[in-house]
């Protein structure tokens, strides 16, 4: 990419600015009510880069400063005319490195790789070596995968993604879901139960399995009686007791075993730090000891701790 471009600083009428269809804007959303109170007070400060373009001017960077300033209806905006190439790569460089702030949320960057793919056409190569580190993301085709993967979820998904009410770590995966079912996991889960991110990857897992056993369309799924009465839980366990759920629907035959195994093992009480485990299909025979030993002393009173335990241990293989 080529070196800045020659600039001349004038001001400019709102009507004779271009966004371009927001071709070079890389935001979720333009909306900055910190920004907006900031022009209404001072005015902008920071002038925004545009290039000339048929009599008009095509906006380069500084979308939100230019919302802003169609939210206040001002007349005119300080901006910065470059001498333009004409190509686009020269000019996403240009948008990039006139970040106002040098912030992009996770959202802008997914915002961003999907147009500069999508819509732009530069290839996930181009994407990876000369605009991921301007976005402030690893230079690395898996996550750009990630998060191009994410700017295909609903714009209600999105949104809440957005807002905060549900974490983007764990989100991706969801994409893998059709529109509709989108529209369902949306209107069933998402804006009525509040999940951690190792929750939404473990859900998506299940979901996906679900529908592929079951006969049944998504909405009757989560349609089940014992789905819709959640809304009585305390929020923080909805999740938890809907991910057991769908367990049970995946693994029908399983779910009851491994029900009668936890109640044997919560019986077995343990005084030193020892865990017994069990896979979660129940398909492994056996189970795992988990112990953590400090020193010499510590395994000694393990060892001692297991031999008490022997006759309730057994009673669980």
């Known amino acids: 990419m080529s070196a800045q471009a020659q600039s001349e600083l004038r001001k ?21 009510n910190a920004l ?16 000339s373009h048929e009599k008009r001017y095509g906006l380069i960077s500084g979308f939100k400063r230019f919302f802003a300033a169609l ?9 910065l005319v470059i001498s333009d190439s004409g190509f686009d790569k020269e000019r996403i460089r240009l948008s990039l490195e006139n970040n106002r702030n040098g912030i992009y949320t ?11 793919t999508a819509v732009i056409g530069l290839s996930k190569e181009t994407v990876r070596e000369e605009c991921m580190p301007y976005l402030g993301l690893t230079p690395s085709l898996k996550i750009l ?26 989100i991706a995966d969801w994409a893998d879901f059709s529109v509709k079912e989108q529209a369902v996991l949306w209107d069933q889960c998402l804006s009525r139960f509040h999940f951690t991110s190792s929750e939404l990857t473990e859900f998506a897992s299940l979901v996906r399995d679900v529908i592929a056993v079951s006969v049944e369309p998504i909405e009757k799924i989560f349609d089940l009686p014992e ?3 959640l809304s009585g839980k305390k929020e923080k366990q909805k ?12 693994y029908p035959k399983s779910y009851e075993i491994r029900k009668q ?9 343990f005084k030193l730090p020892i865990q017994l485990l069990k896979s979660e299909s129940m398909e492994e025979e056996g189970i795992e000891l988990r112990i953590r030993l400090l020193n010499r002393e510590g395994f000694e009173k393990v060892m001692e701790e297991l031999k008490k335990k022997q006759e309730e241990i057994e009673g669980l293989l």
């Open 12 to 32: 400019i009428k709102l009507p004779e600015l271009d966004p371009f269809d927001a071709r070079y804007c890389f935001r979720y959303s333009l909306q900055d």
């Open 36 to 51: 907006i109170e900031s022009v209404r007070h001072f005015g902008i400060l920071s002038p925004i880069l545009v290039f």
């Open 71 to 79: 939210k206040l209806k001002l007349d005119e905006i300080p901006a």
């Open 106 to 116: 996770p959202l802008d960057q997914a915002v961003a790789i999907a147009k500069l």
């Open 145 to 170: 995968d990630e998060y191009e993967k994410i700017s295909r979820l609903s714009r209600e998904i999105l949104e809440a993604v957005y807002l905060g009410d549900v974490p983007f770590r764990g």
């Open 227 to 229: 789905i819709r009465d």
């Open 239 to 250: 999740s938890q007791v809907l991910i057991e759920i769908l367990k049970q629907l995946r």
């Open 261 to 269: 195994f936890r109640d044997k093992l919560s019986r077995v009480k």
